[in-house]
DNA sequence: CTCACTGCAAACATTTTGCACCGTT
DNA sequence: AACGGTGCAAAATGTTTGCAGTGAG
């Protein structure tokens, strides 16, 4: 455990925000200016491995951490990006559900939910006037696959 | 419909393995030798603008391609990175569930599935004589999230 | 002739790696 | 001295973009 490593745990820990490795990047050079982005990554990969934060592999094209490591599932904003848990038991009749219907070993499930958050609704709400925002053009290319 | 984005539309609506835009790629250069990267990313984006493919955001750093547009889940296997469909009806009770406990507006979900494919099994079983291979290495990181 | 579309190469974004160096044991 | 860990820069990976040229309408 070095410095670097132990203040990136912190770090994590001490957000909800499911940070992207920049983000962390970003958050640690304030305690530690000199401290490389890869450094960054590679602590993440360890502290992973490691079993003490999470690599989550959600949609968009950047990985997210996670300080808390019990299996759980999450709630994407689709206009902001923003990551919350979602404080639901993960089911695992829905793993049932699908081993019936394939020739897999089902071992697991990840389970995104996409949707807008409160500060992004309440943005539209402002924009345009408490009628409801018009969702059509996004819903149909972000719907679940 | 210019001649290369037909020939890109075919090439995915013949397959049922969700191929990257690289497969793509390596698929219809067959057909025509001179087409470009560029050209399928271009294509394979417009054709999605358009709801004749879709595009998936699954776990993994490439994007994948469905020619089955219907909203339906997935199965990736752990082993070799292949990605089947799961003929399960994607339940709306999910979503209401989520929005008990979110603020979020909840539009809609992503749900997939990891396991071992039947020809990842096979080849586990030939490897360690039908005794059940070792999952514990791979579930813990896998696990969803 | 026009204009969307193409091929190519370069740019881009994110993550990983090679390497010399540093600090602790 | 040995060794894991670091910082930096370069490479690798996947995708997008600028641009000049091409071809169907």
Do not use: W
């Not at 300080?67 to 599932?73: A, I, K, P, Q, S």
Request: aromatic share 6%; with cysteine; proline share 5%.
């Amino acid at each position: 455990m070095t410095n670097q490593r132990r203040i990136i745990l912190e770090e994590i820990r001490k957000v909800a925000s499911h940070p992207t490795a920049d983000e962390i990047f970003r958050t640690v050079r304030k305690r530690l200016p000199k401290i490389s982005l890869a450094t960054v990554y590679r602590n993440l990969e360890i502290l992973s491995e490691f079993g003490m934060i999470r690599k989550l592999d959600l949609a968009g094209t950047q990985k997210r951490f996670d300080g808390y490591t019990e299996n759980h599932y999450h709630v994407r904003c689709v206009e902001c990006g923003r990551v919350d848990d979602v404080c639901l038991e993960p089911d695992p009749v829905i793993e049932q559900a699908a081993q019936g219907v394939t020739d897999y070993d089902v071992l697991s499930h990840r389970l995104e939910f996409l949707g807008v958050c409160a500060e992004c609704k309440k943005k539209t709400e402002r924009e345009f006037g408490r009628s409801k925002p018009p969702k059509n053009e996004r819903t149909l290319s972000d719907a679940p696959n």
